[in-house]
């Protein structure tokens, strides 16, 4: 794997401060994306953890396994001691970001909702993370991804014919449309702070978020170039150079031949006559194509069918564990992941020329102390003590 070069910069978020509630899925994520730009992140757990760390875990990990914890510091404080809830208001009043994934309301009952926050801070952008958002007939309900995924749409459409959807792990609605969202809309929200001297409140939902990166899929849809029934679709394995294909071996193809020279390619590579196989743009045929694609990439192995097609424009990719996707030459060579630890790491995303992001590394198990924390930000600040 391609060594880490930061070019010995400190990232471009470098000198934002983000202050975060300990939570799970999309809250630390967004966290860690900040961080890995450079951003001094500080999660806010509760001592109650200290009995997990005790056993060496956290959330089922060990917290150098927590990998979307990296590059953050943590603080404990028990959020239902008004010293400690005082204690956070103090490090929030130096942050340019508080950020909490609670259901509506809990954050106030706890006395860490947005008004008190920005009274500590009023240039401080507050972010809310959740499901369904601040507002509506679901705000306190209840989710999951899955809940989030199917509500907004997009699950129905991740199916095939005759069979059940089949939920995209939880990377579309937890960190797809919550915390990668969440993190641009902090970026934005801090750079409009920086011009007026005013912060904001973010509703982040994960369900918006989803929403949206269907975008394109309506204007399709609009078009009448999108169906509603799925698996029936150019896109989502309807087509027949669409879709994934078992090789000899049990292993898998991706195929994702659909302009008409990259489907030339394709055919042209699989070494039988295709002389009397239907139009690729023959709807009705595309059950026989399919069939004759299958019987073809079945005649070798997913490392045969890799090597007729490395290189080419008949966009074939064999389906990698992530085992093999670290190791893959291009990935290697890109360092897109980095084994810290004896754990994968991806790389941080985007990256920039100038100001890339950090390298990856061991998530701490090390806490700071609040008190010396917030002494620090007072001071960068020039803070003087207070009497």
Request: glycine share 12%; net charge negative.
């Amino acid at each position: 794997m391609a060594e880490w070069n930061d070019g010995g910069a400190a990232g471009p978020l470098a000198g934002v401060r983000v202050v975060v509630l300990a939570g799970m899925g999309p809250v630390p994520f967004a966290g860690m994306l900040l961080a890995d730009m450079g951003a001094h992140v500080v999660r806010v757990a509760r001592p109650a953890r200290r009995a997990a760390r005790a056993l060496g875990q956290t959330d089922g990990l060990r917290e150098d396994q927590d990998v979307v914890n990296r590059g953050v510091a943590t603080v404990e404080a028990d959020l239902k001691d008004p010293a400690d809830v005082a204690a956070v208001l103090g490090l929030a009043a130096h942050a340019d970001v508080f950020m909490e994934g609670y259901r509506p309301g809990v954050a106030e009952r706890l006395g860490l909702g947005p008004d008190a926050v920005r009274a500590a801070n009023p240039a401080a952008v507050y972010a809310r993370l959740t499901g369904y958002g601040q507002s509506g007939p679901l705000a306190r309900a209840a989710g999951h991804d899955i809940n989030y995924v199917a509500q907004s749409g997009a699950l129905h459409a991740l199916a095939r014919p005759g069979e059940p959807p089949r939920p995209p792990i939880n990377l579309l609605g937890d960190y797809a449309g919550g915390g990668a969202f969440a993190a641009f809309g902090i970026v934005c929200a801090v750079l409009e702070a920086r011009s007026s001297g005013h912060g904001q409140v973010l509703d982040v939902a994960m369900m918006d978020g989803v929403a949206l990166l269907t975008a394109r899929l309506h204007g399709l849809r609009a078009a009448g170039l999108f169906r509603d029934e799925p698996g029936t679709n150019w896109i989502d394995s309807g087509a027949p150079f669409y879709d994934t294909y078992a090789c000899a071996d049990g292993r898998h193809l991706a195929v994702g031949a659909l302009e008409p020279d990259f489907y030339r390619e394709f055919v042209a590579r699989l070494g039988v006559d295709t002389a009397d196989w239907p139009a690729q743009d023959d709807t009705a045929a595309w059950p026989r194509l399919r069939a004759l694609i299958a019987a073809a990439l079945a005649t070798r192995t997913q490392a045969e069918w890799t090597e007729v097609y490395e290189g080419t424009d008949a966009c074939v990719t064999p389906v990698l564990t992530f085992e093999e996707a670290a190791a893959h030459p291009h990935n290697a060579e890109r360092g897109l992941y980095h084994r810290v630890g004896g754990v994968l790491h991806p790389a941080p995303a985007p990256r920039l020329s100038r100001t890339p992001g950090r390298p990856p590394a061991v998530p701490t198990t090390d806490r700071a102390d609040l008190a010396t924390l917030t002494k620090s930000w007072r001071a960068a600040d020039g803070v003087g003590s207070p009497a």
